[in-house]
């Protein structure tokens, strides 16, 4: 009796979890009007209730950059929903970050749709 709930709670929970592969974002990252490597970019994939951390990356001194990696779904959740996080400090504002949903991109740091982001630490070294 044991067992077969064991394996039906595994089935199940087999079952609920959605297999989406490999994702990749490529793009460049532009800050007053040239491209600069000054962020950190964040690949996550989204869930109800904590986004999954699935890698990063820094731009190159030519603004280009390409993060990839596995990303999958669990409980609930029937899609999945990958994004990059764009963690920047650009000409001595304060760190500010947003969400980009797009797969390739120029991501231009002096304008979007960005919150304040007190912690830091990633990119102290950004000026």
């Not at 929970?13 to 000054?38: E, H, N, P």
């Not at 999954?52 to 669990?74: C, E, F, M, R």
Request: with cysteine; proline share 2%.
């Amino acid at each position: 009796m044991l067992l077969k709930l064991v394996v039906g709670m595994l089935l199940v929970s087999g079952a609920a979890t959605v297999k989406c592969g490999m994702v990749s974002f490529t793009g460049k990252v532009l800050c007053g009007g040239r491209y600069t490597d000054q962020a950190v970019i964040e690949l996550y994939e989204e869930d109800l209730f904590f986004d999954d951390y699935v890698g990063d990356t820094t731009p190159n001194k030519q603004g280009a950059y390409a993060v990839s990696g596995y990303v999958g779904d669990g409980w609930f959740d029937w899609e999945c929903e990958p994004y990059v996080f764009v963690i920047h400090r650009c000409k001595n504002k304060s760190c500010r970050a947003f969400k980009n949903y797009g797969r390739s991109s120029v991501i231009d740091l002096d304008h979007g749709d960005f919150t304040e982001y007190p912690k830091c630490a990633r990119v102290a070294y950004i000026s």
